[in-house]
């Protein structure tokens, strides 16, 4: 018998018995509707998290010099401008700035406040940082004795709040303010004041003319004029930063004649953290699995109907068998009968899992300040689609088994 006739046999046997082939039906609906809304949900939760995370972290390299591990060099090493110019000379590096720090007085109405002094690059430094601005502007290339302070340093370190042009006294000179960065809210500890949050940023040539604070009761060395605390740059978005690092690594080992076993510098590159993304990820499996009891049950359900189906066509198997139906005829068509219960709860519960999981997508979006997008991945349409396919074929073999052992003549007799 040709498959196409079994088909339609077994597509008028699932119409003949309308109300028990959809509650069958409506066991794979759930069971794929649950699996879809939570894989597209669980898609949606990680990339959004991933994206957020990703945001915060910066895309900042930083080159610090450290004495190798067991070296016998009385003089410490040393970053200078010579490292710069070899980083400045590499093509995959998009921005170097240089940071020299320290920590000083500054003096506004009266007040003194410790501050922390952060020397920038200020023709780059605009262009590489994530600060965002409170009031005011950023450094610029054409700047000397300007600076850009700290929310807190701005309203909360003095009596009287210091606006943008004001000038401040660091050491022994001025400087016009000429910026206000926003509050950073998270950063805890340095909300609750003082020096961690007291943060003046100038450009590095200035910091290196500042006279040191004799009576501040911390210890700080003097900073010697083209040496810097740090070197940091980014690399082109396009830039493999595995291939990048090797590269910039080795040139600069070259530079300052160092080999593997008396390196003194390193680099430090930021790590996006994974942990959210894992527990989504696992929770999310975890979820599906849960769902996937439903879709066990759905199965259960298409075999019991199955044999019921067996046994109320008993006597019709045994008139095909009596006019010439073979064996496979019988087993394909019980099995083309379950199949066809599968495929279509199948479609109906990918179309309400699609539903349901753009209604979650859409909660989780605005809890989040996100922007909706419609989740819906090609592997989760494989994934329902052939699961229930698969889920009707293999609940339907054991009864289409039965069925084509049944002997014409016992079945013919069967009420």
Do not use: C
Not at 128 to 154: F, K
Not at 239 to 260: C, D, G, P, Y
Not at 262 to 291: V, W
Not at 377 to 391: E, P, T
């Amino acid at each position: 018998m040709k498959p196409l006739k079994l088909f339609n046999m077994a597509s008028k046997m699932v119409k003949s018995s309308k109300l028990r082939s959809w509650i069958t039906i409506l066991g794979i609906v759930i069971g794929i509707a649950s699996v879809i809304a939570i894989i597209s949900a669980g898609d949606y939760l990680s990339t959004s998290v991933s994206s957020q995370l990703d945001d915060m972290v910066s895309d900042e390299i930083t080159l610090t010099a450290s004495a190798s591990p067991g070296s016998d060099d009385d003089d410490d090493p040393e970053l200078t401008k010579m490292d710069v110019l070899i980083l400045n000379g590499i093509s995959d590096i998009e921005y170097v700035d240089v940071r020299v720090s320290t920590k000083n007085e500054i003096s506004f109405a009266g007040g003194h406040e410790t501050a922390t002094i952060t020397g920038v690059d200020p023709a780059v430094w605009s262009q590489m940082t994530d600060e965002e601005l409170y009031a005011g502007r950023l450094l610029q290339a054409s700047d000397s004795n300007a600076v850009v302070i700290s929310y807190y340093t701005a309203t909360e370190a003095f009596d009287r709040e210091i606006g943008i042009n004001q000038v401040i006294s660091i050491g022994n000179k001025q400087f016009k303010v000429v910026g206000i960065l926003e509050e950073d809210e998270t950063q805890g500890f340095g909300r609750m004041g003082g020096m961690s949050s007291n943060t003046v940023y100038m450009p590095y040539e200035a910091v290196y003319t500042l006279e040191l604070d004799e009576d501040a009761s911390y210890s700080i060395q003097e900073k010697e004029e083209g040496v810097y605390d740090e070197i940091i740059f980014t690399l082109y978005e396009d830039v493999n930063q595995t291939t990048a690092l090797e590269n910039i690594e080795e040139k600069l080992m070259m530079s300052r004649h160092v080999n593997e076993n008396t390196i003194d510098f390193s680099l430090r590159t930021p790590n996006s953290p994974e942990g959210p993304e894992e527990i989504i990820s696992m929770l999310t499996t975890f979820l599906s699995a849960i769902a996937g009891i439903s879709l066990i049950v759905g199965v259960t359900g298409i075999s019991n109907t199955m044999f019921t189906t067996v046994l109320e066509k008993t006597r019709e198997i045994g008139i095909m068998k009596a006019i010439g139906a073979k064996n496979k005829d019988i087993m394909l068509l019980f099995v083309f009968n379950s199949a066809i219960i599968g495929l279509v709860g199948g479609i109906l519960g990918l179309i309400l899992g699609t539903i349901i999981s753009q209604i979650i997508v859409w909660f989780i979006a605005s809890s989040m300040d996100s922007s909706y997008e419609f989740v819906l991945s090609i592997s989760s349409v494989v994934i329902a689609i052939g699961s229930s396919l698969a889920a009707g074929i293999i609940a339907g073999i054991i009864p289409a088994y039965n069925a084509s052992k049944l002997k014409p003549v016992d079945a013919l007799r069967s009420e």
